[in-house]
T-cell receptor, first 114, second 114 residues
C-alpha cells in the first residue's frame, strides 16, 4: 500500500540553524509530492509541491525540497530557521494525474529555540 | 476567495448524541476530502468525493460515521451516536481536478465528546 514515512518525529533547533526533514514514500509510479505546515492551533498550509520538472522546488518562507526519484525521497530544507518556524510539518503524496487520496506522513514537530 | 469553510469551529457534545460537521469547498474545486487528526493516529483520510460522488470511504472508522455531498458547494460528516474516542480535529480539504493547485484545507472542527 502507498505510504509516506517521516524519519524525525521531533526536532529541536536553535535559531539560525539549518533544517532538513526527511520524507520517503513507497510507490513505484509517478507521484505528486507536498509539504504542509501546521502552526499551533491552526490548519494545514501548503509550503511547496512537486509535480514535474526541476526536482529542486522552492516554497514559501525560504523552504525548499528536493525530489530524488531513485531514493523515493522528498526532503524539506531551510538554511536558517527562525523561532516562527516552530510548527508541525507534514509530507504528503498523491498519485500523478489522479485527484485521489492525499496520503500524509506521521508529521515532524519542529521546535526552534530563540 | 474565502477558502474552505468549516463549521462549527468547536463542538462539545455528550456521548450518544448526533454530531454534524459541515464543509463548504472552494468554488470550482470538484474534489472534497474529510480528514481526522489525533495525537495517536496523525492525519487520517476518512472519505473523499469527486464531483459530489463518494470515491473511497475505506477510511471511515465504522457505521456510526457517514458523509454526504448533496451538491458541489456543501458536504457533511455525521457521527451517530458519538463516542469519546471520536474526539479529534476534523479537517475538510478541496482541490481542483488533478490537484495541480494543491489541496486547500479548512480551519477544522475540534470535536470533544464527553
Amino acid at each position: 500500500a502507498q505510504s509516506v514515512s517521516q524519519h524525525n518525529h521531533h526536532v529541536i533547533l536553535s535559531e539560525a540553524a539549518s533544517l532538513e526533514l526527511g520524507c520517503n514514500y513507497s510507490y513505484g509510479g509517478t507521484v505528486n509530492l507536498f509539504w504542509y505546515v501546521q502552526y499551533p492551533g491552526q490548519h494545514l498550509q501548503l509550503l511547496l509541491k512537486y509535480f514535474s520538472g526541476d526536482p529542486l522546488v522552492k516554497g514559501i518562507k525560504g523552504f525548499e525540497a528536493e525530489f530524488i526519484k531513485s531514493k523515493f525521497s522528498f526532503n524539506l530544507r531551510k538554511p536558517s530557521v527562525q523561532w516562527s518556524d516552530t510548527a508541525e510539518y507534514f509530507c504528503a503524496v498523491t498519485l500523478s494525474g489522479n485527484t485521489g487520496k492525499l496520503i500524509f506522513g506521521q508529521g515532524t514537530t519542529l521546535q526552534v529555540k530563540p | 476567495d474565502a477558502g474552505v469553510i468549516q463549521s462549527p469551529r468547536h463542538e462539545v457534545t455528550e456521548m450518544g448524541q448526533e454530531v454534524t460537521l459541515r464543509c463548504k469547498p472552494i468554488s470550482g474545486h470538484n474534489s472534497l476530502f474529510w480528514y481526522r487528526q489525533t495525537m495517536m493516529r496523525g492525519l487520517e483520510l476518512l472519505i473523499y468525493f469527486n464531483n459530489n460522488v463518494p470515491i473511497d470511504d475505506s477510511g471511515m472508522p465504522e457505521d456510526r460515521f457517514s458523509a454526504k455531498m448533496p451538491n458541489a458547494s456543501f458536504s457533511t460528516l455525521k457521527i451517530q451516536p458519538s463516542e469519546p474516542r471520536d474526539s479529534a480535529v476534523y479537517f475538510c480539504a478541496s482541490t481542483a481536478t488533478g490537484g495541480g493547485y494543491g489541496y486547500t484545507f479548512g480551519s477544522g472542527t475540534r470535536l470533544t465528546v464527553v
